[in-house]
């Protein structure tokens, strides 16, 4: 007897595959019985959130009333997000995290008959949306492995791809790019503007926008009022420290964040999380001590794991993509004998790479210790 329950699910589910996140230290230590497990497989922040958002989580866990809904409009964190960017509160829209908006804009912009255009070895949640709405993927090859930005996104062949598939309706770009940490340059991504049609979104995926070198930084601000197709989003679960409370945000036009809102969940942010984050927005000395320990231990690794030999991607992120030139199977699972989690890459069409989360120096220490372990057995 064959089972019906799923004959009416959408095609395009049925053929998913889960997102499969970093593995739980939890989950580590309840399967291979170590302790003291470390994780750099999330590219979360490893010094934990602000003493500032503690203190404020503590003191709201005894005072809020969460019987009641949370403030459904954000309204608070809004007007904070709109100062920083000097934005107007209608072209914010909040997400549960930044993977929100971009099912969001999944939800909006794709279907059948649509496409997205998105490059290869891009982050992994585009395709995800992109099957789960039964839309067609226009996945535009990386740059060689010889390139300067050695499988990051080609954005030329991108606007190429662009002309050539009339269905595409959204684009989603990366910048810092995950999983590679490629970056493009502002006049490359600027030139892609240029040639997109206005009924295209272009959306601008800047999860890692703290962690980019200065000089490297595009002046989004700006572009936003030249390209009305333009959406940009950041979260709050990186450089911010609090991916366990899921906040992002996005800034486009009034128009376009109005239509994501007609969708939206009326309360998808929590009134903790909503808290947490604007605190965590009025705290910017713990992201500039975030950011320079990245800026320091990223150097750092790179150079160490040179030493060792190992091919390590150019990364402009808190992660470092590292080729060993074979099947990192092996050694992802020997890592996690040691305690220590990183992300295999294979889901992304890179088997023979491992991405590493940049922690404190001493789980850096640790991981490079359990990596010669590895690698000499
Ligand atoms: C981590 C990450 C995000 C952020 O996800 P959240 O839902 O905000 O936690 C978005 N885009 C990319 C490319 C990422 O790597």
Do not use: C
């Not at 010889?146 to 791809?161: C, I, K, T, W």
């Not at 150079?303 to 402009?316: A, D, H, N």
């Amino acid at each position: 007897m064959s089972d019906q329950t799923l004959n009416h699910a959408a095609r395009g589910v049925l053929s998913l595959e889960a997102y499969s996140p970093g593995m739980p230290i939890d989950e580590l230590q309840r399967r291979l019985g170590v302790s003291n497990a470390i994780k750099l497989a999330s590219n979360e922040n490893p010094l934990g959130p602000s003493a500032r958002v503690r203190a404020a989580l503590a003191a709201a866990v005894a005072r809020e009333n969460i019987a009641l809904y949370p403030d459904g409009s954000g309204h608070r964190l809004k007007k904070k997000i709109a100062a920083l960017h000097d934005i107007a509160i209608e072209r914010i829209t909040l997400g549960n995290g930044s993977n929100d908006i971009i099912e969001l804009l999944g939800r909006v912009f794709l279907g059948p008959g649509r496409a997205a255009l998105y490059s290869a070895h891009a982050f992994a949640v585009y395709s995800i949306i992109t099957q789960a709405q039964d839309a067609r993927a226009v996945v535009v090859p990386a740059r060689p492995a010889g390139d300067a930005q050695p499988y990051g996104h080609d954005l030329p062949a991108m606007a190429a791809a662009l002309k050539a598939h009339a269905d595409v309706a959204l684009v989603f770009i990366a910048n810092p790019n995950n999983p590679t940490g490629t970056v493009l340059a502002p006049a490359e991504i600027e030139a892609f503007l240029d040639q997109a049609p206005a009924d295209v979104i272009v959306a601008l995926d800047e999860a890692y926008f703290e962690y980019l070198d200065p000089a490297l930084r595009p002046p989004t601000r700006a572009w936003l009022e030249r390209y009305p197709n333009l959406i940009v989003f950041r979260t709050f679960s990186k450089a911010y420290g609090l991916a366990g409370l899921r906040v992002g945000y996005s800034l486009s036009s009034a128009a376009l964040a109005d239509v994501l809102n007609r969708v939206r969940q009326p309360f998808n942010n929590n009134s903790l999380a909503l808290l947490a984050a604007e605190v965590a927005l009025d705290d910017q000395d713990y992201v500039a001590r975030s950011v320079d320990l990245n800026t320091r231990e990223r150097a750092r690794l790179t150079r160490e794991l040179g030493k060792r030999g190992l091919r390590v991607l150019p990364s402009q992120a808190n992660f470092v993509a590292i080729d060993f030139g074979r099947d990192a199977k092996p050694i992802h699972q020997g890592l996690l004998e040691q305690g220590v989690i990183v992300r295999p890459l294979a889901s992304y069409e890179m088997p023979t790479f491992l991405r590493v989360s940049i922690g404190t120096e001493a789980e850096n220490e640790r991981f490079l210790e359990a990596l010669g372990k590895v690698l000499a057995a």
